[in-house]
């Protein structure tokens, strides 16, 4: 080894006629920095006192020398030089020996976000521009490799220098996860939310060989967040609603977009004090597809309460009685299959699946509201309780179809 | 001369079977020995544990080039976990303060503690096969990752709660 480590006999020893200057790195300027370069090339002399938490590297001519991971105080005085002959040469008095850089042993955090906002090319809405945040944990774990490539290969000496690099290659992963979910996918940006944990991981998955080789390692990816432009947020909600109502189709999907309108349409006339209580109870649980535009016409007609009369289902697998449940939470009687309240939105009911496609129905449903399969509740020959998708009777053994 | 020697493996005691899967390991049989022989141990299954870790992250990192949404989530609390454990083994290494040298130790538990060890040093390597097992059916992509994954996490779980009981046990010797 180049650097002995001080034995309490030789510690403090060896003051030269310039005098021995003692380095160490401030805890109070330590912080989140990575790295921290010792202001002046060490000379024959000096000390350098290496803490717990912190490795020092010594560096000359584009090459680690030495690293010390073991806390001490290490003097120059002590060298053992003959290992090194062209080191020895040059070490002559006030000749520099080389370069020493602090290095943090423990994990780090950081921020990554996209002071400019993503551009996402989405299927749905042309570009679109996203703002994207979250936070990483990393940690040197090769303090040899860290040195030769930041310092030697690319020149940084600041540690700010690697940090806003290894942001920068989080962002630019991350641009790549994005896009790659995207053509092999076919996620669009309003799939995103749903799959952030996911995202999260490919992240990683993509990052930890990435920066493995400048001796960092990646820890953990968190707290990722998508920010959409209002417009693309507004409908993610919509389809938000729209997936909850089970609705696939694009036909459903209109009639409960005309739906979403007509009903702010509708809270606007109740707020300038207009026929109260007008909507309530208008099946739109019902799952749409049907009549859409009538209801809507009879929402906004004054007098509406007996819309629900007027109502008659395009298609009779749809056919909800109307004020089949009591919405748990303000008692508005709500359509049998309706997955939420259509006064207050709370959730109605718990679910089951439909056999066919596995959609979830509200509890009760004798079709289902994604595909119209119809969903067996009970036995056509002993009228016993039937688990949706049951093959058999549990009770007779009758082959249910 | 099959006879004899299976025999004689079924001779061979707990501690004979730690000392072969831990050279240098001299066994509980002095109270000084406890120390040397627990910080073999433990750098003997981080070592491992790392070794495993790096299997695991490769899986990871195959699952993102396929963009499998579906088991990378699954995958990343493999990782996590197994990182975890490896964490937990190191760190109280660090942490330990040595055994009193007055601290009589009886024998049943001397025997319970020599079970913990072995049930970790046997269940490591499993762990390790599976991990490989895991990454190939990810990277020929036969459908079993699935399965796989959920049986590792159980070993997983298992081997935790057998190193917790142990280090329970071990921090109960120790001098504060
Ligand atoms: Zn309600
Ligand atoms: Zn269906
Ligand atoms: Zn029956």
């Known amino acids: 080894m180049l650097f002995d480590k001080k034995t309490p006999t030789t510690n403090g020893s060896g003051k030269s006629m310039l005098g021995a200057t003692t380095f160490m790195w401030d805890d109070a300027a330590k912080g989140d920095k990575v790295m921290f370069r010792i202001p002046r090339n060490i000379i024959w002399n000096d000390n350098v006192v290496v803490r717990e938490d912190e490795y020092a590297v010594f560096f000359r001519d584009g090459k680690v020398l030495t690293v010390l991971d073991k806390a001490g105080r290490y003097g120059l005085s002590s060298l053992n030089i003959p290992v090194l002959t062209e080191l020895q040469r040059k070490v002559t008095g006030t000749q520099p020996v080389a370069e020493v850089y602090y290095v943090q042993r423990r994990e780090l955090r950081g921020k990554f976000g996209s002071a400019e906002a993503f551009t996402f090319r989405d299927q749905d809405f042309g570009m679109i521009r996203l703002r994207i945040f979250g936070q990483f944990a990393y940690k040197v774990v090769d303090p040899v490799q860290f040195i030769t490539q930041f310092i030697g290969t690319k020149g940084f000496s600041e540690s700010d220098n690697v940090i806003s690099w290894l942001k920068d290659e989080v962002i630019m992963q991350l641009n790549d996860a994005l896009g790659e979910l995207k053509t092999q996918k076919q996620l669009s940006a309003l799939d995103l939310p749903a799959y952030l944990e996911e995202i999260e991981q490919i992240l990683l998955s993509k990052l930890e060989p990435d920066v493995g080789e400048y001796g960092i390692k990646i820890m953990r990816i968190a707290g990722l967040n998508i920010n959409f432009p209002e417009d693309v947020q507004k409908s993610i909600d919509e389809r938000a609603g729209i997936g909850a109502l089970g609705l696939t189709d694009q036909k459903q999907k209109d009639a409960y977009m005309a739906f979403q309108a007509g009903k702010a349409m509708r809270d606007a006339a109740k707020q300038e004090g207009g026929a109260a209580g007008a909507g309530a109870g208008i099946g739109v649980g019902m799952g749409a597809g049907m009549g859409m535009g009538m209801m809507m016409a009879n929402q906004m007609a004054p007098g509406a309460q007996q819309a629900q009369q007027a109502q008659q289902p395009a298609h009779p697998q749809q056919a909800a009685p109307p004020g089949g449940i009591k919405c748990p939470s303000c008692g508005t009687d709500v359509p049998t299959g309706s997955k939420f309240c259509i006064n207050c939105g709370a959730k109605i009911g718990g679910g089951m699946s439909c056999p066919k496609c596995n959609a979830e129905v509200p509890k009760g449903s004798r079709f289902c509201l994604n595909c119209g399969t119809k969903m067996v509740t009970s036995c056509p020959q002993c009228n016993a309780e039937l688990q949706s998708g049951a093959k058999f009777c549990p009770d007779c053994g009758t082959k249910i179809e | ?176």
């Open chain 2, 1 to 176: 001369m099959n006879d004899l020697r299976s025999k004689v493996e079924e001779d061979r005691g707990i501690v004979k079977q730690i000392e072969l899967l831990i050279p240098g390991f001299h066994g509980y049989r002095e109270r000084e020995d406890i120390r040397a022989a627990d910080s073999l141990l433990r750098q003997q299954l981080a070592n491992k544990m790392k070794e495993i870790n790096s299997i695991f992250e490769q899986c990871r990192e195959e699952l993102g080039r396929a963009m499998d949404l579906t088991l990378i989530s699954n995958m990343g609390n493999i990782v996590k976990f197994s990182r975890l454990i490896e964490n937990r083994i190191r760190h109280a290494e660090q942490g330990y303060t040595g055994i009193s040298a007055d601290f009589r130790i009886e024998e049943e538990e001397l025997n319970t503690l020599y079970e913990w060890d072995l049930a970790l040093l046997q269940t490591i390597d499993p762990i390790h096969t599976m991990a490989g097992e895991l990454l190939n059916s990810i990277l020929v992509d036969d459908g079993t990752a699935f399965r796989k994954m959920r049986i590792l996490k159980n070993t997983l779980n298992e081997f935790n709660s057998t190193l917790n009981k142990r280090m329970t046990k071990i921090a109960g010797l120790e001098v504060t």
